[in-house]
């Protein structure tokens, strides 16, 4: 399965972002989706997951009651609602899939696809 990410840009602090995760080569329908970012100079880091339906969700602290998670099968594609941006949010976002069958997880090692990232800068 192939994940791209789509999305990201340059916004001011308080503003918002929608990033996108569409899966090809096969359904996403039965595997988790997650997201990580990664700053410059630091390692990466859970954002959010969510299982396969959408209905079982995790959030790293920093991000809880900012960002929402969500999915779409029917378009094979994972969401990632930003709201309330802050600088610190700056860096690489990349969405991935776990085929693990443990529903929504933290763990990176856990996903098994990767897609490329997508920038994400907020200005102060």
């Known amino acids: 399965v192939q994940l791209q990410a789509s999305g990201g840009g340059l916004v001011q602090a308080g503003g918002s972002l929608r990033l996108s995760c569409a899966g090809s080569?096969?359904?996403?329908?039965?595997?988790?989706m997650g997201w990580f970012r990664q700053a410059p100079g630091k390692e990466r880091e859970f954002v959010a997951a969510?299982?396969?339906?959408?209905?079982?969700?995790l959030y790293a602290d920093s991000v809880r009651g900012r960002f929402t998670i969500s999915r779409d099968n029917t378009r094979n594609t994972a969401y990632l609602q930003m709201n309330r941006l802050k600088p610190e949010d700056t860096a690489v976002y990349s969405c991935?899939?776990?085929?693990?069958?443990?529903?929504?997880?933290?763990?990176?090692?856990?996903?098994?696809?990767w897609g490329q990232g997508t920038q994400v800068t907020v200005s102060s």
């Open positions: 991935a899939a776990s085929s693990a069958g443990l529903g929504a997880t933290m763990a990176s090692d856990e996903y098994h696809y």
């Open positions: 080569g096969r359904t996403l329908t039965y595997d988790a």
């Open positions: 969510c299982n396969w339906s959408g209905s079982s969700t």
